[in-house]
């Protein structure tokens, strides 16, 4: 199978590749085997932390399914670099776990990094002049605090990486590229054009990649859609963040759109309404995620199910680039399904759902319903014991995860809120579950109304609720039959999840 | 089918002259069909035609059972009373006690039909107990 490589640059890289994950979980397909590679110098970031935790619990589900048709949950493939390497049988020693550290930036300071003191005093003067003291003084290890300068410098590095060169090694002709980064922060702003340029010269440490020069590439460019409070001690201004948008679409303007370097260019941004507090990095920076994350999550997979033949490279130079906007029906303070356009409906809506009420049924009802045929009425059981064992403490995690971001999207600024669910917080206010308050969990997608038959006019006929769920498990469980319990429980939740929805809602 | 059903209800109830009045009359045949049929129809309507998980539990299985053994017992007592009283033949507690073991009868039944077919019940299949 042909693989995207999705860089996500920064800290907005990684909450994009989160949501990525979130979508593909759901069952949204790319045909691609996905390679993420974070790029981040904030080791310790917390929205990297949680993105790679995501991601490796993806896997390890993902694994046990794989190639199960009967499944559409966790149906694409997401490798780590080091996995795709191994597995053509190269002897790279990159170990990434998806993200790449960038050497010299640990505990050293910027001017440590460019060597300053042992510049002539011209190159000092040069360097003064481009950088300021605080710049100079400026601690690598968390980031590079809005400062795209610093990060420009810094990520070039990269390129030269050992890890860029396995990257371009295992680039086979079919793969694709995608680079998600955000132009007003520092990281994300520097590193898109740079990685860029030199993924479309072909040259890795002086060594030629055909493929990798006319590689098929898209990207997205996330503007602001947040603002930071305001804190004389950091570097990071949010006043600077529509200026500094500008000038980088500027740059863009000559350097990316405007060389055919790039072959899909997607763009979105928000009006920036909500504040967050103003962390520079390290496991402080850990933002809600935000709705322009899920929304640039799908134009990965809108990248991903573009036909090749519309977007080609012809000798280094992409050929009619596509440039395409997010954008929603109206604007509302809480969007919900009926404020996205169909063509992210068709994408998400469906999927998104299903998995949502697979979700809160585990979490609400699976302990209590284990003697239903679908469970305990097939040699390979699904009973305490499988409850008690890593593939379901893996997915628990998952699906945690999943209801907590499920959360956040709500609660931020704008709020996608597409159902009707109540946050649980801890004392520092931090989404740690989701709780739902209605017995009738068919009313719990916003804006959309229950599907009746006859059946639900008259009193007692129609199964409702968890019994409908529970009834449609023990269909499905028919169907699926016989295999490994990891993937009967997989195939089951899916098909009645599936019927689920399109029983009582789309 | 008199001769056929005979042996089972007198292996239950045996009492002369109102077990000989019960062959004479070929009540034997009528009652062992209906107590098959009727005990296939209430198995049929758990595993196939309520078919649900909120009615799947051993208990809900248990009412149709007891539903099941008081149609049988009344049927037990009604239809050789019927025929005796016009023939004038005159019994007491016989109805009542060949009634119980009518009912138990059908129960059996109930529970031989139930172990054979619930396998292809979507929601029941365990029901009353597992495998």
Known sequence: ?506 | MNDLFAPLFEFFYYSVPFSDDLYAEGLYSSLGLSNFFISLFFVVLFYYIINRPAFSKWYHWLIILLINFAVAFTLGVVLPQTKFVALGIEYHSEYYVFGLMDALIASVFYFLISFMIRWWSTNAKRTPFPH
Do not use: C
């Open chain 1, 1 to 506: 199978m042909a693989k995207l490589y999705v860089f996500g640059i920064g800290g907005t890289g990684a909450r994009v590749v989160k949501s990525l994950t979130m979508l593909l979980a759901s069952g949204i397909n790319t045909n691609f085997e996905i390679v993420p590679i974070l790029i981040d110098p904030d080791r310790a970031g917390g929205d990297l932390n949680r993105t790679v935790k995501t991601l490796r619990e993806y896997q390890l589900i993902q694994k046990e399914v794989k190639g199960f048709d009967q499944n559409h949950f966790f149906k694409n493939g997401i490798s780590t670099l080091s996995e795709i390497i191994a597995n053509s049988g190269g002897n790279s020693t990159v170990i990434d776990g998806f993200r790449f550290e960038l050497d010299g930036v640990q505990n050293d300071r910027y001017k440590d990094f460019i060597d300053f003191a042992n510049l002539d005093p011209n190159n000092k003067w040069l360097t003064s002049l481009l950088f300021s003291e605080r710049n100079l003084d400026s601690n690598l290890e968390i980031g590079f605090k809005g400062n795209p300068n610093i990060g420009s410098i810094v990520l070039n590095q990269f390129t030269k990486s050992e890890a860029f060169q396995a990257f371009a090694d295992s680039f086979e002709k079919d793969d694709r590229i995608f680079i998600v980064s955000s132009i007003f922060g520092g990281t994300g702003a520097a590193g898109f054009p740079l990685l860029l340029k030199n993924i479309r010269q072909g040259f890795v440490k002086e060594k030629f990649y055909a493929h990798l020069k006319d590689s098929v590439i898209g990207a997205i460019t996330v503007q602001p859609y947040f603002k930071v409070k305001q804190d004389d001690e950091s570097e990071i201004d949010s006043h600077g963040f529509v200026s500094k948008t500008k000038a980088a679409l500027h740059y863009y303007f000559k350097n990316v759109t405007g060389n055919s370097t790039i072959n899909a260019l997607y763009y979105i941004g928000d009006l920036a309404e909500n504040t967050y507090e103003n962390h520079q990095g390290g496991t402080d920076q850990r933002n809600d995620a935000h709705f322009i994350e899920l929304a640039s999550a799908m134009a990965i997979v809108d990248f991903a199910n573009t036909e090749g033949s519309y977007i080609q490279t012809i000798q280094g130079k992409a050929e009619n680039a596509v440039y395409k906007e997010f954008g929603i029906k109206e604007n509302a303070e809480h969007i919900t399904f009926k404020h996205l356009t169909d063509a992210s409906l068709n994408l998400m809506k469906r999927n998104i759902t299903e998995y949502f009420y697979f979700n809160i049924f585990l979490k609400e009802k699976l302990q209590d319903e284990l003697n239903n045929p679908y469970a305990s009425a097939y040699s390979n059981k699904i009973d305490r014991n499988f409850i008690d064992q890593t593939f379901y403490k893996t997915l628990a995690d998952f699906n945690k995860s999943f209801r907590i971001w499920l959360g956040e999207l709500q609660r931020n600024k704008v709020s996608f809120a597409p159902f009707n669910i109540e946050l649980e917080t801890s004392t520092n206010q931090e989404i740690t579950d989701i709780k739902i308050t209605t017995a009738s969990i068919f009313s719990l997608v916003n804006d959309v109304n229950e599907k009746k038959s006859w059946k639900d006019y008259i009193p007692g006929l129609a199964k409702n609720n968890y019994e409908l769920f529970v009834a449609n498990l023990n269909k499905a469980a028919e169907k699926v039959g016989n295999t490994t319990t990891n993937k009967r429980f997989m195939g089951v939740f899916s098909k009645a999840s599936q019927t689920v929805v399109n029983q009582k809602l789309f």
